[in-house]
């Protein structure tokens, strides 16, 4: 069976978890996560829902304590240097209710930016123009889309060295979606930060993503470069004789199987040169390896059975 | 900000802010978060105001400042205030408030602080109010004369000893008790996700001791009691005192009658503070970082 890629080499690390396990009662939500988010990657950790993501980001903010293992955020412990550690985080949770409903949107970023002695006023003057918030309103009575854009004000305005955003365009239509992952990139060239994000919509952070991450029942499946990915991971149409046995060389290795008639596609991780040598041995005349985009990759990281 | 004005060299980390700036914050937090509760007892002291001049204007009655008419509603209202502060926030909802870059036990005791703040307000404005109604139907606006209406004297009789008034400091009765029901709530607020249960089964269990008490239970009785005389103590500034007091025809009597008493209340008052106080300490650890 391959074994898929889960460690990063090489770089200082933003964040980094050694064999974090958490359980809830008889649930594992996470089981031995060794996340790596080099400083200044966007990483995208994406995952099903109830993969342990949530859970991930909430040990890197304290909010949750992890059973066994540890967490680093720029070389602090998020259990003993909390204050430290979250001053430089700008998160959004996965909650839509995060905040004080009672108050005005602007009172509560008044009130958040009293937290952040980094708060850059005219930034978040900027934000609030470019979300379109509504300041007099009480963010208890916003919809889901406009409060995640409340969220998002509030973490990027004091200009984090890291960003951890959980599902940051749930909610939104696809036209702030868009305007979001726009700004979102234009933080990350303006600003130097670090960015993880988690996503069960992994189109939606395609264009932003350079480390990827895979999780799935509180595993980390994959961490990979996304050039690495892009290198690693790909998908062979191959012609293949009447009565074809497969190829025995890559059991294990193949991720996703289609075939359609004589011709076959199969998702396989591996060395390009390596795998079509393969296939031609097993018979299969290998037509195109053609890489997959991140959301394609991620269904077929997400869809592997552990033994096929 | 302009785009040229950025730089790309790596931030600082950023300095923490101050206890003080975040415990004025949390000051003006809690009470724009009670204004819907502040604006409901400032509508219902109107009515009360409306209602009790009427009567005393029709009754001829006076109203008088005396302790328990004060210290009790705001010794309940103190005790419920921190369900009102910490609402929505209650342990498994704290996400908002852990998120901050602050200590967690600072943070949590700036907001008991805040709150304590505007619950002494509330004191001081409901103490002024008595005064005012008192002013307004020729009542006496003495809050320190208590002995003069002690319950169960016989008619025509007046007290020897202890002093009829002079008791200056049961002005800070009403301060005190609130402050300990107010820690005493914040208690269940900090560490229960549900205090109101937690409120119920208390007068549960106040009903269930008053049943075992009338069964016959001496030693839960006399425990009972004893908790009871120290709230009291600590809620009134009053303890079980010797009264001596000469009836009509000017024939000494003595009887044990609640009235004021400085030394225990002292004692019981600053015995309750340190025990809500550790209470709150204790609570305000959950999710401390170690």
Redesign the interface.
């Known amino acids: 069976m391959t074994v898929l890629p889960t460690q990063l080499d090489g770089g200082p690390l933003a964040v980094s978890t050694r064999g974090l396990v958490k359980r809830f009662g008889r649930e594992t939500a996470l089981n031995g996560v060794g996340l790596q988010v080099p400083e200044g990657a966007v990483y995208v950790l994406v995952g099903p829902n109830g993969a342990g993501k949530s859970t991930t980001f909430k040990v890197l903010?304290?909010?949750v304590r992890a059973d066994e293992g540890t967490a680093e955020v720029f070389g602090l412990d998020p259990?003993?240097?909390?204050?430290?550690v979250?001053?430089?985080i700008g998160?959004v949770?996965e909650?839509h209710?995060?905040?004080?409903?009672?108050?005005r949107v602007g009172?509560l970023l008044e009130?958040h930016a009293?937290?952040?002695?980094?708060w850059?006023l005219?930034?978040a003057d900027?934000l609030i123009h470019h979300f379109g918030l509504r300041l007099e309103k009480k963010f208890g009575r916003l919809s889901k889309g406009q409060g995640r854009r409340v969220h998002l004000a509030m973490a990027l305005a004091?200009?984090p060295?890291l960003l951890v955003l959980d599902e940051p365009t749930d909610g939104l239509d696809p036209v702030m979606m868009d305007e979001t992952l726009g700004l979102l990139m234009e933080h990350v060239s303006?600003?130097?930060t670090t960015v993880l994000i988690s996503t069960h919509q992994v189109h939606d952070v395609d264009r932003l993503a350079d480390h990827v991450g895979v999780m799935r029942d509180g595993k980390l499946i994959m961490q990979v470069r996304r050039e690495e990915l892009h290198r690693g991971l790909r998908r062979y149409r191959a012609e293949v004789p009447d009565g074809w046995a497969g190829a025995p060389e890559l059991n294990g290795s193949v991720l996703r199987r289609g075939s359609l008639g004589r011709e076959i596609q199969w998702t396989i991780w591996g060395d390009e040169a390596e795998v079509s040598a393969r296939l031609a041995r097993a018979g299969a005349v290998v037509r195109d390896a053609a890489p997959l985009t991140l959301a394609d990759a991620a269904v077929a990281l997400l869809s592997r059975r552990e033994h096929p | 900000m302009s785009t040229a004005a950025i730089t790309m060299d790596a931030p600082a980390s950023p300095r923490a802010p101050a206890w003080g700036a975040i415990a004025a914050e949390q000051v003006r937090a809690v009470g724009l978060g009670l204004r819907v509760e502040l604006t409901l007892l400032a509508l219902f002291l109107a009515g009360l105001t409306v209602l009790l001049n009427v009567t005393a204007y029709r009754t001829g009655e006076r109203i008088n400042t005396d302790i328990p008419n004060v210290a009790i509603p705001l010794f309940m209202l103190a005790l419920a205030a921190p369900l009102a502060i910490w609402k929505g926030e209650e342990p498994a909802r704290r996400g908002y408030l852990w998120a901050m870059p602050v200590p967690r036990v600072e943070h949590s005791l700036a907001k008991v602080f805040a709150g304590w703040v505007w619950v002494m307000g509330i004191v001081v404005v409901m103490l002024l109010w008595v005064l005012a109604m008192a002013w307004a139907t020729g009542g006496d606006l003495r809050l320190d004369r208590s002995l003069g209406m002690l319950d169960g004297m016989p008619r025509g009789a007046r007290v020897v000893a202890p002093a009829m008034e002079g008791y200056p400091w049961m002005w800070l009765v009403p301060f005190t008790g609130a402050t300990v029901a107010y820690l005493a709530g914040s208690i269940l607020a900090l560490a229960s996700n549900y205090p109101w249960r937690w409120i119920a089964g208390g007068v549960f269990a106040f009903m269930m001791t008053a049943m075992l008490m009338e069964m016959g239970g001496l030693m839960i009785e006399e425990l009972v009691e004893d908790v009871f005389r120290a709230a009291a103590t600590v809620m009134l500034g009053t303890s079980d005192t010797v009264v001596s007091y000469v009836d009509a025809r000017g024939a000494p009597l003595r009887a044990i009658q609640s009235a004021p008493d400085a030394a225990r209340w002292a004692v019981s008052s600053l015995v309750a503070l340190a025990l809500a106080l550790a209470g709150v300490l204790a609570a305000a650890r959950r999710g401390e970082e170690r």
């Open positions: 903010m304290d909010l259990r003993t240097q909390g204050p430290a979250r001053a430089q998160y949770p909650r209710d995060w905040g004080y409903g009672w108050m009172r009130h009293r937290y952040f002695t980094g850059d005219e930034y900027r004091h200009r060295r303006e600003t130097p």
